[in-house]
């Protein structure tokens, strides 16, 4: 059997079946965004990495170094962030071919520190290899989390409310300008996608806001994209989703590029990854603190969970169900 016949989450399912074992300083091992460690009294340790590769994740001749860099630092804040937690320290770990520049590499560090010091994270080591040709860039970060601010991907309930951070799909459709050439749009457009896709903000300020007042049930962060994302919610709490189209928040930039391409704007933001916004959900009483919210965090309600397992679906305007499609999976 190959990896592709078992796909990327099937793979990490066998891994767990034989690393998985009882641990009573393990909270939550495999299956989230980060890993859960018993610290201290009032809060937990949070562990998540991130790899990216050359010509897999990332290409020079799309991207800066710095931009690769900030971005790497940014994906895995993003899933501190959905757990309901602050930085504390990051490792980075390079594997390089010889003929790399070493301005190169300094500008990916660059990159990261950039994006590190911005949200409270220092680079406190790492490892450095040979590579054959490509360069690979393993980032871990620690986090933490006060124990009754834990937010997991298994604590939807039926009558839940979804909501979501932000845009989504504009990560997706900046990568589709630099695959069709910049110079199609206007430069604001064109600029404002290549940001979504190159320098993402992780969700860190927004949960906190968003955790004061509304004590959301559950959060991931939308890497793979929204229909992908959202099953991995909906499996984890036994629950299943209706996601009402109409309301999937897309940015104008991203109907523009629809247009050109003739690819739905509505499948960016379904299937199109690594917008690193936030997913979560909120029991429906708590609605009532929403409005004043969602204007500080740009947080939009897209639709609600439901009790049937097997339902994770699209609704459009008229009612009808339709499929939410694939999200990103390697393999
Ligand atoms: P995210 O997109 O939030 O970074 P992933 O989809 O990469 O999460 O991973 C899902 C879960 O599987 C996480 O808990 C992650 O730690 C775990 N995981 C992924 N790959 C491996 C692996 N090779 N070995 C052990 N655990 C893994
Ligand atoms: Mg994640």
């Known amino acids: 059997m190959l990896l592709s016949d078992v796909g990327e989450f099937g793979l990490i399912e066998r891994v767990a079946e034989i690393v998985g074992?009882?641990?009573?300083?393990?909270?939550?091992?495999?299956?989230?965004?980060?890993?859960?460690?018993?610290?201290?009294?009032?809060?937990?340790?949070?562990?998540?990495?991130?790899?990216?590769?050359?010509?897999?994740?990332?290409?020079?001749?799309?991207?800066?170094?710095?931009?690769?860099?900030?971005?790497?630092?940014?994906?895995?804040?993003?899933?501190?962030?959905?757990?309901?937690?602050?930085?504390?320290?990051?490792?980075?770990?390079?594997?390089?071919?010889p003929e790399l520049a070493v301005d190169t590499v300094e500008e990916l560090y660059r990159g990261m520190q950039q994006v590190s010091a911005k949200y409270g994270l220092p680079i406190v080591g790492g490892d450095t290899v040979k590579s054959d040709r490509w360069i690979t860039l393993s980032i871990t970060v620690l986090g933490e989390v006060k124990k009754g601010n834990l937010l997991t991907r298994s604590g939807a309930r039926p009558g839940d409310v979804v909501v979501v951070t932000g845009t989504l799909g504009d990560a997706a459709a900046g990568l589709d300008v630099l695959e069709r050439g910049t110079g199609t749009m206007s430069p604001e457009i064109e600029g404002r996608l290549l940001a979504a896709h190159l320098r993402p903000e992780p969700r860190l300020r927004e949960i906190q806001l968003l955790f004061d007042s509304l004590t959301p049930t559950s959060c991931i962060d939308l890497s793979d994209g929204l229909a992908s994302d959202l099953r991995h919610i909906c499996t984890a709490s036994g629950v299943g989703a209706e996601v009402e189209l109409e309301k999937v928040p897309i940015s104008v930039e991203c109907h523009n590029i629809a247009a050109l391409t003739g690819k739905p704007a509505l499948e960016y933001a379904l299937s199109g990854g690594e917008d690193f916004e936030l997913l979560l959900t909120i029991p429906p009483d708590s609605v009532g603190d929403l409005p004043r919210l969602l204007r500080a965090t740009t947080t939009k309600v897209i639709g609600r969970i439901v009790d049937d397992a097997s339902i994770v679906t699209g609704v459009d305007i008229e009612g009808n169900r339709v499929a939410l499609g694939k999200g990103y999976e390697h393999f």
């Open 21 to 97: 074992g009882d641990d009573e300083r393990v909270v939550i091992g495999i299956g989230d965004d980060c890993a859960v460690l018993e610290w201290n009294d009032a809060k937990y340790l949070l562990v998540t990495t991130d790899t990216l590769v050359e010509q897999v994740h990332f290409r020079l001749d799309w991207a800066t170094p710095e931009d690769v860099g900030g971005r790497a630092i940014a994906a895995n804040l993003s899933d501190i962030a959905a757990m309901g937690g602050t930085p504390l320290a990051a490792t980075v770990s390079i594997a390089t071919p």
